[in-house]
């Protein structure tokens, strides 16, 4: 496990505090879990640009809410 550190200008370190207060998490744990956001944020991002392209060439099929039990 490797340690970091961190410079915060005075309203980082404000959000921060408040962060803790609010979520009852220490700072280490706060930061670990805005980087695991971050890297959702850029697969779901992906996973948006991989259905518009099948989107674009016509490869994406919708169905009715109620013929979604046909497929179980």
Known sequence: MSVISIRLNT????????????????KSTLIKHSLMELYEDIIDQNE?????????????????????????
């Open 48 to 72: 948006i640009e991989i259905f518009e392209e099948k989107e674009k060439k016509g490869k994406v099929k919708f169905i009715k809410d109620t013929e979604i039990f046909k497929y179980i």
């Open 11 to 26: 309203n980082e370190e404000k959000i921060l505090k408040k962060l803790e207060n609010h979520f009852e998490e220490d």
